[in-house]
């Protein structure tokens, strides 16, 4: 079931002057909330409209608050983020932005479970004015504006994922591709999570996957979904061949590459578009190495990242499907390389797993 869509919008419907983006800050460190409003403090677009030390306080306030944006802790005593989240996802549904310390922390892995059930993005949790503190709070404010124009629906809890998901008839290549690379950003874990459960464990090509996600969190990225799989799913080694069967993220801020005989590289060449790693540097490199036998899937996410890399994809004669708007949290990423006319197919997200499968045996 849907449980968002939109982009960047006038927050309160589009009519008439914008008004402040109002966000809820819950945390039950005062420092962290003092932080956080700090990092706030600078955009005139943006206004703390309450804070509140747990998730049970935070639930009294939203009606009449009427926030745009939640920003939760996870751990937090009374009620915790995990609680918090399914609490607003059944009753009044808003865009959720999870603030928690990185990967690193193994309390964080529950980061990932409250993106499953709604939440919308991860930020790392600020420690103070530290190096690179001007910059995180830039990134902030831009997540916030983002997430303020997403519409969020009352979740609808899902069934079981199907063992096999059910072939998609369309277009096919000329040949099963070596090797599927996804990308994703905004709602792309839950998009992630979706395709690559769905998968078989003897699917017959490598995945290759590229979520933009703050530092610290790949691992805990990988660890999650390596729990919900039946594919093997891991983060790629510099020098490993690419395997069947088996789903591959990069490392922490670096952007993964092939080298000319098919083998993982790591890159350290600078951020494409603001990003590393970047979905069009992979998916330009897979198209460089495998040619006709790549193929391409772009996801929910803001901005362009993966346009490119998509129309690389396709001008080397491999096969390129994005995310269909109705299933995308944010419809800007796929619509970007629909527009440099670089996709075969668009589907929705719960047809994708279902494609690759039909792609892989070439049917």
Not at 40 to 63: C, F, H, K, Q, Y
Not at 76 to 89: N, R, S
Not at 265 to 285: A, L, Q, W, Y
């Amino acid at each position: 079931a849907d449980t968002a869509k939109g982009g960047l919008m006038n927050p309160d419907g589009g009519k008439g002057q914008p008004k402040a983006i109002r966000v809820l800050l819950v945390d039950d460190s005062p420092v962290a909330l003092h932080v956080l409003k700090k990092m706030l403090s600078g955009a005139r677009d943006i206004e703390v409209a309450g804070t509140a030390a747990n998730g049970e306080e935070a639930l009294g306030m939203i009606p009449r608050l009427d926030p745009h944006v939640i920003c939760t802790d996870i751990h937090m005593p009374v009620m915790d983020g995990i609680g918090l989240t399914q609490e607003v996802m059944d009753r009044f549904p808003k865009p959720i932005l999870v603030i928690s310390v990185s990967a690193k922390n193994p309390e964080s892995r529950n980061v990932f479970k409250v993106l499953q059930l709604g939440a919308l993005d991860i930020f790392p949790k600020p420690s103070g004015e530290e190096p690179g503190y001007e910059g995180q709070a830039l990134e902030l404010q831009s997540r916030i504006r983002i997430l303020a124009g997403v519409h969020v629906f009352r979740r609808v809890r899902k069934q079981e994922p199907i063992p096999y998901p059910r072939a998609v008839s369309a277009a096919k290549p000329r040949a099963a591709p070596n090797v599927f690379v996804i990308g994703a950003s905004t709602g792309g874990p839950q998009a992630l999570q979706e395709i690559l459960s769905r998968l078989p464990a003897d699917f017959p090509a490598p995945v290759v996957c590229v979520q933009h996600i703050g530092e610290g969190f790949m691992t805990g990225l990988v660890e999650w979904l390596g729990s919900m799989c039946r594919l093997k799913v891991k983060q790629a080694e510099d020098n490993e061949t690419p395997a069947p069967g088996t789903a591959y993220f990069p490392e922490d801020g670096r952007h993964l590459v092939f080298d000319s005989s098919g083998r993982f590289r790591h890159s350290k060449d600078e951020p494409v578009n603001g990003h590393r790693p970047s979905i069009t540097v992979t998916m330009r490199s897979a198209a460089e190495t495998f040619k006709s036998s790549s193929a391409g899937i772009l996801l929910t996410g803001m901005g362009d990242d993966g346009a490119e890399g998509m129309k690389a994809i396709g001008d080397a004669g491999g096969f390129t499907i994005a995310q269909d708007e109705r299933t995308s949290v944010i419809f800007s990423m796929p619509n970007a390389a629909i527009g440099l006319k670089a996709v075969r197919l668009v589907l929705p997200l719960e047809d994708i797993a279902g494609r690759l499968v039909a792609l892989s045996s070439n049917g």
